[in-house]
């Protein structure tokens, strides 16, 4: 695109769901961003969103990549639409945030990376928690040297209320669809390879995930590269909140992005201090996060600079999901390298 | 205005100033409302504001006045305009949210409040710090009798960057310019009328500041009709962010609106741990309450409601002002009376 | 006492109520210290805490002063004996801790000042928060100008369940019985003379202190010759527990004793995080200081040196506590000078 | 022994190191026990250790337990002697409490349990955690339902020093001489036997304990078989002091025993609070448990009760810890019934 004058910068949204309809709106708010087209199958839904943000609607994706002011695409259509939906707008040499996973198999994720490496555009994963401030500010520090090497990461996502085991499925199971998001924190974190990943896992309030292969409650031993372990500690749903906190343990000092409270109230009374808990769910807590993601997608569109995380990174993640599901049917680590090597 | 279909609610802002612009910013921002006209006497500013937002812009109150699709008015402008402007809008008979103080004298204020309730509209007053998600949650929690009778009331209350003395001096002064927050927070969680109050301030790292008869630090107490006591600490900056902190102590436990946090990060190494501070700024900390004072104006206007707090409250928090500046001149405590009655 | 081959300090314990047997306790559990004597008018309850102890017990004080085995003396005799039992040991030439208050009347501990002045002796008072590790960590690191010049500082004393009206009475009222440690918490962290106290008081749970001119809640604003000022809010009784916190405020930080909890055990359920709360009673919370005090006092004995608080700390805590005790019967600030002149 | 009066608990303490010299000193400042001897092969260290508490020497356990008036033994010799000294006094009928590890070799330490069953004799296992305030409150309060089911487990245990290579092999190696604690831990919190064990590790600061099959840095899952998940993250050491932890995730809430820190100082300044951090060694945050443990002892033997945890704790954990090492040599995890089954 052009320099110079600040030109606001074209989206496309591809998918008008939950997660469309968040992008949407946050593209929508912004004054360096015009939000131009919503693309969805579902035409009542997708003109629905598109009414509400003076967008244009279309059932045809290439309808949209036609559009010469479009510049980026958020993709946030179904899982197995995800492949044809990058392949097209790579080939419209357009800038693209594709919602996690990058495919519904490995193989299909990987020709999406190649296609968008062959192209050179910016192709970036949906993987919103690298952009929380607290997140952030650990891996700079991290970066900064300030705990010395990382020698091990501990990771807490405990999800508010638990998804039917159907439904839980259809999005790839508990490894796959929440374990994406942390494999590559933890990768971020480490700053090295993922080689070997272990998964202890059972059902353990719903019998349910069983008939599917899946569960409601693991834990997770990661190892890189570098030597550094990460665990990790998965629950389908808590009592008590979005439950999601990291520990990063280093030479020097150890970082902590801390459990995070819906508000900033204490009641002394009796025996106990009651403080106002943590966010009641995924949204409230990391509703920041799309924001900032999106700010940082347009900056790398304006600048035309490469963008983390990138194709490549959702592509790693997905390989120690799949090497997670693979470790928990054995009972076994799995190594990384049995289901994809980086290139 | 009239209910059925939900009419966007029309706004003018006087005032082009850093709080003029938090609300039109705030005001443009929503569905439910417009952002019809900015008023100021500088056309350079007030243009700017209006065209950023897509409004009109006028050095006349009146024409923003006449305009029939202007439903509520935000008066920020210089204090020595204040009883001007609501005076106007009370005639035009509009809703108005007054930035505090209502006005530089307080036989004006008091014309200002009697106009206001003659003519039955909406008269609100900018005590935004009401609107703070944890303060009100306290105040919430204190009506609904968790910590029983009120017993004591403390307020921290220190600013990041002091304003230099010619300027603090024109805002009035630290009792005032900062006071009246605090009077009107202490007197809404106590449930009770001010009766007294005595002032202990000094200027302790500028003595510039006395030239106007002004402090830099006070400790403040306010003693209320029901025998609670409030017990303030101001200072006009810290070294280390806007450090605003309520307790309110009663028969049956103690609730507290915390220190917030500028982040959720902790560092752990050598002999301490490290957190995020507070926030450095004002503005970073109550943001959102401007966002939270607009939507229940809007709520108000649309529901024709009584709106808290009102200039009733902004009269009372001046009158203790104006107690607590009588009673640094005279070193001992002034009653509340000596400047106001209630009515 | 010679030095070299380190002898153990004979100590005499004047007075077996609560405080005596907490000292004669502390004292007979050290390897470097013997508890000779314990010295009561009440027969029973003297011998019963000698015979615990394999100490002597006498009713007569001048019995024990004769011990030349006797090189510190603990007076914690009733109020109304202090001047009497400061005098006799200052008298015998031996080191002695008192109880607060020194006496009954400021007159009496002006000549128990004075007897120890002239006498040489080793003179402390018993302010035990003093000896509190975080309380003096703020004070170490207050004196190294970690926060700069001290500008205000804020004290929380409130006490777990509440004196009876007339014991409170017998102990002096609350400004004098709880206050005297916190205004001399406030002297040592300002670092400075205390020159005017004001006191706004009330019976707001039990009308009973009143009519022993005695109140059940106050707010009190002590000014000091630096220009610091100190607010404190007081109180009877909690439905929490033992409440005391401090906080330093100065031109380049501020410093915090914390409240501290009982356990260290967070509970995470529903909408709030339970932690355990403070500490149940004054006891639970501050017992280590009084083995701290006793350490101190040893440590000054063995190697002669001034120790600190001493009486004249006990003197200036005490004419604080008129003073307070005065404001509150004028409804004005009251000079210190009024009641008291450190000399 | 005799009820009625409450006579004093006579003790023995096999070992004079440094665990002995903790036990010693606990038993000889306490009123309802007495030490009576000291036994060890070293004359030096076992007499001087007798002496400072008026206790008699010996180097022949046999001659202690000969003495009626020992009523419980306390074994704190080295590894080596533990199987002798258990056996000795289980044949003496005599109250134990054991040192971890119960000895060095499973088959030992199982012929230690069986005789103590046999004699039927209060045989204690060193698990001095257990008796943690925090610790036994969040166990007391599992036990008691408040969080459901327990679904999980995450234990921090970082030492702050680390251990020198050779000195850690000869202690067995970081799996078992800090695992054993926190696979006892796990097992307490979990009311559920162990069933298999993974362990992940590396030398990732210290290359020289490689060359002993030890490492530095370890991530253990540890599976119940109530299906309940432990996760143990364990270091050699930190920058930043004694680092313990434990979460306890359940159906209904989550429970935490926190991290403690040595002190209660917040200091504002600039972008950070710095509060005081975590304690600085393993004896800073543990001293209580050895009090509570001797409590939890004397209670034990006085009416003749049983004690937890027991030496058959003590082998189920050395178990775990066997397997904890197979599973890190075999690259994969290992059921506890491949070294030992509870009978």
Same mark, same amino acid.
């Given at each position: 695109m052009q320099r110079g004058k600040p030109e606001r910068i074209g989206f496309g949204v591809v998918g008008a769901g939950t997660i469309g309809r968040v992008h949407a709106r946050n593209i929508a708010a912004r004054r360096d961003a015009e939000l131009r087209w919503i693309v969805d199958v579902d035409v009542s839904r997708g003109r629905a969103l598109a009414d509400a943000h003076a967008a244009r609607f279309t059932q045809s994706i290439e309808e949209m990549l036609a559009d010469?002011?479009?510049h980026a695409v958020v993709i946030g259509s179904s899982t197995d639409a995800h492949e044809q939906h990058v392949l097209a707008t790579v080939g419209a040499r357009k800038a693209l945030l594709c919602e996690k996973?990058?495919?519904?198999r490995l193989d299909r994720a990987t020709r999406c990376v190649a296609a968008a490496r062959a192209a050179g555009v910016i192709a970036a994963i949906?993987? *919103?928690?690298?952009?929380?401030a607290s997140h952030r500010a650990v891996f700079d520090r991290v970066r900064a040297g300030e705990?010395? *090497?990382?020698e091990s990461i501990h990771i807490v996502s405990r999800s508010f209320e638990a998804t039917p085991p159907p439904l839980a499925h259809r999005a790839g199971g508990m490894l796959r669809e929440k374990g994406t998001h942390f494999y590559d924190l933890a990768f971020w974190l480490a700053g090295s390879e993922p080689v070997e990943v272990y998964t202890a896992g059972d059902c353990?309030?719903?019998? $349910? !995930?069983a008939q599917y292969g899946d569960v409601d409650t693991a834990a997770i031993t990661l190892r890189f590269a570098s030597g550094a372990l990460a665990t990790m500690s998965f629950s389908r749903?808590?009592? !008590? $909140?979005y439950d999601e906190m990291i520990e990063v343990f280093g030479a020097r000092g150890m970082l902590q992005s801390e459990r995070q409270r819906r508000g900033a109230v204490s009641f002394y009374s009796g025996e106990t201090i009651a403080r106002d808990g943590i966010h009641p769910s995924w949204y409230d807590r990391f509703a920041p996060t799309y924001v900032a993601e999106i700010d940082a997608l347009i900056a790398a569109v304006r600048t035309a600079s490469p963008f983390e995380p990138s194709l490549v990174d959702g592509m790693r993640a997905q390989a120690v999901a799949e090497a997670a599901v693979a470790s928990l049917a054995a009972g076994k680590p799995i190594p990384i390298a049995a289901v994809w090597q980086p290139t």
């Open positions: 010469v002011s479009v996973p990058i495919a519904d949906g993987f *919103n928690r690298r952009f929380d705990i010395g *090497n990382v353990l309030f719903d019998k $349910g !995930y749903r808590t009592s !008590y $909140g």
